[in-house]
Nanobody
Framework: QVQLVESGGGLVQAGDSLRLSCAASGRTFSSYVMGWFRQAPGKEREFVAAISRGSISTYADSVKGRFTISRDNAVNTVYLQMNSLKPEDTAEYYC????????????????WGQGTQVTVSS
């Protein structure tokens, strides 16, 4: 069982940066593929980024070059550095973990956090 708690969301202006954090419970954090997803009002949840056990990362085309996912296994935390934020990045951001599969598959996540809101004003 893994519990995930996101933090770092907020209200920013277009062009600003934010760093989201996701703290995970449990002693097997390093064995999980970790992902970030987001859901905007009235839209389906979408993949943002994922990082493998060995820190290989993948990104949605919409955030490639602006967002960076990273992980620190020593403190059971995954991060999402978001730069050059745009109004269309406004969404609830969720952290997720899966014990099997790869970063190349966007499905199969077993555990989800409660989300943190990111709002980008124009």
């Amino acid at each position: 069982q893994v519990q995930l708690v996101e933090s770092g969301g907020g209200l920013v202006q277009a062009g600003d940066s934010l760093r989201l954090s996701c703290a995970a419970s449990g002693r097997t954090f390093s064995s999980y593929v970790m992902g970030w997803f987001r859901q905007a009002p009235g839209k389906e949840r979408e993949f943002v980024a994922a990082i493998s056990r060995g820190s290989i990362s993948t990104y949605a085309d919409s955030v490639k070059g602006r967002f960076t996912i990273s992980r620190d296994n020593a403190v059971n935390t995954v991060y999402l550095q978001m730069n050059s934020l745009k109004p269309e990045d406004t969404a609830e951001y969720y952290c997720a973990a899966k014990g099997s599969g790869t970063v190349y598959s966007h499905g199969g996540y077993d555990y989800w956090g409660q989300g943190t809101q990111v709002t980008v004003s124009s």
